[in-house]
């Protein structure tokens, strides 16, 4: 059976704040049913506000976070006791002369933490099975690579 979840997102942007001040033309919010609002930016590079988050920004969020809790899933699914989880995602935007561009790479760097120093080659090759589950990643046409660093907890 398959399953089919729609995901619904509200954008709106105005050329003035609430009190009528002009704001920066590329700065909007977005709305999620029952979430708090996000203010987005273009990235500073494009003209937009950096102290918000701009969509390369998320992009990449979306991927190392569907990456980890697939993760999540499949270290459970073979009995692997995760202590700590952290990655360090960096993504490549190569931009054309006529302005349009696109994400060429995505590299994740997790850096596990594991209890049992039995897994570290389970828990390593897991991560290929994460990236087949990730909703995310199957949903981009760029290659995207895991560089991964697994330690285990120091039981002294």
């Known amino acids: 059976m398959m399953l089919k979840k729609q995901f619904k997102v509200n ?30 930016s273009a990235a500073k590079t494009f003209k937009g506000d950096e102290s918000q988050y701009n969509p390369e920004d998320l992009l990449l969020t ?3 976070s569907c990456h980890m809790m697939s993760y999540f899933y499949v270290c459970a699914q073979n009995g692997i006791e995760l202590i700590d989880y952290k990655d360090n995602a960096i993504g490549t935007l190569e931009l054309k002369a006529d302005g349009s561009g696109a994400f060429t790479s995505v590299t994740l760097q997790p850096e596990i933490i594991i209890a049992n120093k039995d897994m570290v080659e389970i828990a390593v ?31 002294n």
Request: glycine share 4%; aromatic share 6%.
């Open 62 to 64: 979306a991927l190392s």
């Open 125 to 155: 090759s897991l991560h290929d099975e994460a990236h087949k589950l990730c909703f995310i990643a199957n949903s981009c046409n760029f290659p995207m690579t895991h560089n991964v660093k697994v330690k285990v907890l120091n039981t």
């Open 11 to 40: 954008a709106k942007w105005s050329s003035k704040n609430a009190l009528g001040v002009s704001i920066n033309g590329k700065t909007h919010q977005v709305f999620i049913d029952g979430k708090p609002s996000l203010t987005i």
